[in-house]
């Protein structure tokens, strides 16, 4: 059974860094990885993915200023988040897809991705 366990989160002021990390279980060799973000009364929206070829897709929100790395010897991704703002701030979810979805489909759209974390709250204050 697959399984996706992240940490990092946490609370920082404006202009503060943070990385996350989720490490997939149960499965190896994952299409693309990625990390998706739900604010309160938001829609869930991608943050940014890799590939297993290392290839990289960011939401224009989030260029600059975060990092999208992974260790495929330990099937882990890991989210580098410098220069956060409050708009930042939202519940992070790392999203895995074993199926090949997101070499045909968008990254940014949750149905491309078959497995999700459970979450890490991210806060940042002004």
């Known amino acids: 059974q697959v399984q996706l366990e992240e940490s990092g989160g946490g609370s920082v002021q404006s202009g503060g860094s943070l990385r996350l990390s989720c490490a997939a279980s149960g499965h190896t060799y994952p299409a693309c990885m990625g990390w998706f973000r739900q604010a309160p009364g938001k829609e869930r929206e991608g943050v940014a993915f890799?590939?297993?070829?290392?290839?990289?897709n960011y939401a224009d929100s989030v260029k600059g200023r975060f990092t999208i790395s992974q260790n495929n010897a330990k099937n882990t991704v890991y989210l580098q988040m410098n220069d956060l703002t409050p708009e930042d701030t939202g519940m992070y979810y790392c999203?895995?897809?074993?199926?090949?979805?997101?070499?045909?489909?968008?990254?940014?759209?949750?149905?491309?991705?078959?497995?999700w974390g459970q979450g890490t709250q991210v806060t940042v204050s002004s």
């Open positions: 999203a895995a897809d074993f199926a090949g979805t997101t070499l045909h489909l968008d990254p940014h759209r949750r149905g491309s991705f078959d497995y």
């Open positions: 890799i590939y297993a070829t290392g290839s990289i």
